[in-house]
């Protein structure tokens, strides 16, 4: 499987982007979707992960009001809508694909990173 994430950029605080993952493949609607981030000399953060069917999702506790997932699964593309941006939401975000959508370590397949700056 491959995941292609896009979407990124640079916005002042308060402002929005909605991040999209292409996934190839006949199996993505099998699967949970998640998206995670990363920012410099910090782990890498589950943020958002969603079920196969799209009925329920999960979110980290500092997005939650804030960011919403979703997924198209007619168009293997899962999306992050996020509003509200802090600067503290600025890192390298990550799609991924897993078997559960709560549970961050059964993701196993990782698409590249795109860049969300957010400025103050």
């Known amino acids: 499987v491959q995941l292609q994430a896009s979407g990124g950029g640079s916005v002042q605080a308060g402002g929005s982007l909605r991040l999209s993952c292409a996934a190839s493949?006949?199996?993505?609607?099998?699967?949970?979707m998640g998206w995670f981030r990363q920012a410099p000399g910090k782990e890498r953060e589950f943020v958002a992960g969603?079920?196969?069917?799209?009925?329920?999702?999960y979110y980290v506790d500092s997005v939650k009001g804030r960011f919403t997932i979703s997924r198209d699964n007619a168009k293997n593309t899962v999306y992050l809508q996020m509003n509200s941006l802090k600067p503290e939401d600025s890192a390298v975000y990550y799609c991924?694909?897993?078997?559960?959508?709560?549970?961050?370590?059964?993701?196993?397949?990782w698409g590249q990173g795109t860049q969300v700056t957010v400025s103050s």
């Open positions: 991924a694909r897993g078997n559960y959508y709560s549970e961050y370590r059964s993701y196993n397949y």
């Open positions: 493949g006949r199996t993505f609607s099998s699967y949970a």
């Open positions: 969603i079920s196969w069917s799209g009925g329920t999702s």
